[in-house]
T-cell receptor, first 114, second 111 residues
Framework: NAGVTQTPKFRILKIGQSMTLQCTQD?????MYWYRQDPGMGLKLIYY???????DKGEVPNGYNVSRSTTEDFPLRLELAAPSQTSVYFC?????????????FGPGTRLTVL | GDSVTQMEGPVTLSEEAFLTINCTYT??????LFWYVQYPGEGLQLLLK?????DKGSNKGFEATYRKETTSFHLEKGSVQVSDSAVYFC??????????FGRGTSLIVHP
């Protein structure tokens, strides 16, 4: 199993550009999440999904969109990039096994908006 | 809502020193508790977990005990190594299935 994979690893965008951060998991997990990590600020939840076709907003959804057409894929879309979106983005997945719900994280995408 | 509070870092220790990183939480019901570790340039990975009161999670020499009476889940290791240098996150998942993370504590271990 590859686990959770993310592409690209690094990206520089100009203000106003758009891009999609890709996330794929091969563990047949039903839950998937997108976080951003700013220095010294921990993780903030952007969007999450409890299964294919179902998505919901997290703590900081503004400026982002997601879709979940398959169990495996959960792309994150930035429509009009802003400097405030400079961050490291992590995708994670988990499965429903009672209340254990440990999360498996991807390696992250480091995004800079100039 | 749920919340997790961790001691601020960085925590700087010499090799073979004893480590404690404090974590307290606020949650309704009986959440599951986790410690995750993040090595430089990588994503988070699960270090240990506990799902009910008085459970002790352990892995790689690290331990943490789920203390419901003090709403705490402190991380300890008896003898740290340089390779333990990383950022450690305390987290919980309650009934909503949305995880709550602490802000992370950076650990620096010197030879």
């Amino acid at each position: 199993n590859a686990g959770v994979t993310q592409t690209p690893k690094f990206r520089i965008l100009k203000i106003g550009q758009s891009m999609t951060l890709q996330c794929t998991q091969d563990m047949n997990h039903n839950y998937m999440y997108w976080y951003r990590q700013d220095p010294g600020m921990g993780l903030k939840l952007i969007y999450y999904s409890v299964g294919a076709g179902i998505t919901d907003k997290g703590e900081v959804p503004n400026g982002y969109n997601v879709s979940r057409s398959t169990t495996e894929d959960f792309p994150l879309r930035l429509e009009l990039a802003a400097p405030s979106q400079t961050s490291v983005y992590f995708c994670a997945s988990s499965y429903d096994r009672g209340l254990i719900h440990e999360q498996f994280f991807g390696p992250g995408t480091r995004l800079t908006v100039l | 809502g749920d919340s997790v509070t961790q001691m601020e870092g960085p925590v700087t220790l010499s090799e073979e020193a004893f480590l404690t990183i404090n974590c307290t939480y606020t949650a309704t019901g009986y959440p599951s508790l986790f410690w995750y570790v993040q090595y430089p340039g990588e994503g988070l990975q699960l270090l240990l977990k506990a799902t009910k009161a008085d459970d002790k999670g352990s892995n790689k020499g690290f331990e943490a005990t789920y203390r419901k009476e003090t709403t705490s889940f402190h991380l300890e290791k008896g003898s740290v190594q340089v390779s333990d240098s990383a950022v450690y996150f305390c987290a919980l998942i309650g009934g909503s299935y949305i995880p709550t993370f602490g802000r992370g504590t950076s650990l620096i271990v010197h030879p």
